[in-house]
T-cell receptor, first 113, second 116 residues
Framework: QKEVEQDPGPLSVPEGAIVSLNCTYSNSAFQYFMWYRQYSRKGPELLMYTYSSGNKEDGRFTAQVDKSSKYISLFIRDSQPSDSATYLC?????????????FGKGTHLIIQP | KAGVTQTPRYLIKTRGQQVTLSCSPISGHRSVSWYQQTPGQGLQFLFEYFSETQRNKGNFPGRFSGRQFSNSRSEMNVSTLELGDSALYLCASSSRQRALSYNEQFFGPGTRLTVL
């Protein structure tokens, strides 16, 4: 079993829909939880990070962490075609990623105009 | 502020050769991490350098090595290349100013290595 499981998709939704992306993990030492977005031929860029359990909102994006279930989610409201990309969840026990970030394989998201 | 730069962007090598990839972090960042991204395994941590010292290492064979220079630039070397080493190699820089709290990692565009 991989440390972090993420459905690779592809996930295709119409423009304006609410998108839900999820990851599960097995390592209870993870304290920092991140969502990255990666466009084709680009490096990942950070969307949001959350420390421990709880919710965090930034514009159209909401991240949720449930450490008791070892489950994290990213919600995208009012999805746009420009949101089409691969979304990667990442986790670490140390904040600076000094122990290295552990990534899910990524979910390929397609927003249909 | 310039982002993380990686050179070269694309590279083609044959089995058995060795390769060196370069990463220049964001100005002021002293931590550089390297990752390998493949369709099968996703993004996997290779190692992290901070102040010219390797601080942590992922689960990769000794053919993968790296170093960091006094200006924080880093190089990654892969010796005796295998077909399975074909991947996108990403480096990420961080200020790592706060040891016990979150320090964002900024990724470069990657070097696409193809081993024939």
């Amino acid at each position: 079993q991989k440390e972090v499981e993420q459905d690779p998709g592809p996930l295709s939704v119409p423009e304006g829909a609410i998108v839900s992306l999820n990851c599960t993990y097995s390592n209870s030492a993870f304290q920092y939880f991140m969502w990255y977005r990666q466009y084709s031929r680009k490096g990942p860029e950070l969307l949001m990070y959350t420390y421990s359990s709880g919710n965090k909102e930034d514009g159209r994006f909401t991240a949720q962490v449930d450490k008791s279930s070892k489950y994290i989610s990213l919600f995208i409201r009012d999805s746009q075609p420009s949101d089409s990309a691969t979304y990667l969840c990442a986790m670490s026990a140390a904040g600076g990623g000094a122990d290295g970030l552990t990534f899910g394989k990524g979910t390929h998201l397609i927003i249909q105009p | 502020k310039a982002g993380v730069t990686q050179t070269p962007r694309y590279l083609i090598k044959t089995r058995g050769q060795q390769v060196t990839l370069s990463c220049s972090p964001i100005s002021g960042h002293r931590s550089v991490s390297w990752y390998q991204q493949t369709p099968g395994q996703g993004l996997q941590f290779l190692f992290e350098y901070f102040s010219e010292t390797q601080r942590n290492k992922g689960n990769f064979p000794g053919r993968f090595s790296g170093r960091q220079f006094s200006n924080s630039r880093s190089e990654m070397n892969v010796s005796t290349l295998e077909l399975g080493d074909s991947a996108l190699y990403l480096c990420a820089s961080s200020s790592r100013q706060r040891a016990l709290s979150y320090n964002e990692q900024f990724f470069g565009p990657g070097t696409r290595l193809t081993v024939l």
